[in-house]
């Protein structure tokens, strides 16, 4: 391993190496990747709408924030029983067949 690097023990060559406080290349995509999706912070539905609507921002989040605002945009559907007349489905369907036996009489 001759001819590599300073020999063991010998001083260090000032200037030498990285800067102090430099970033590295991942620190330096990270934060690239960071201000590529900046986003409004004021309160969640805004947040999660600049999320949306940032062409850069991977999909996974673009997917995680539109789940979160489905509930403004769609309204659950409810399923709800008709009442009419005050009678259930079977009491109308027994109504029916008493009905049905006294004309067969």
């Known amino acids: 391993m001759a001819g590599r690097g300073r020999p063991k023990g ?8 990285r800067k102090k406080g430099s970033l590295n290349k991942v620190t330096r995509a990270h ?3 960071l201000e590529l999706m900046k986003v409004d912070r004021t309160d969640p539905m805004a947040f999660f709408m600049s999320v949306l609507r940032n062409p850069d921002s991977p999909y996974e989040e673009a997917k995680a924030a539109a789940r979160e605002l489905m509930p403004y945009a769609h309204p659950k559907l409810a399923s709800v029983e008709a009442r009419t007349g005050g009678k259930s489905h079977e009491d109308r369907l027994e109504e029916e067949l008493h009905r049905l036996l006294a004309e067969d009489d």
């Open 31 to 33: 934060r690239a990747a």
């Open 10 to 17: 010998s001083p260090k060559t000032p200037g030498s190496g």
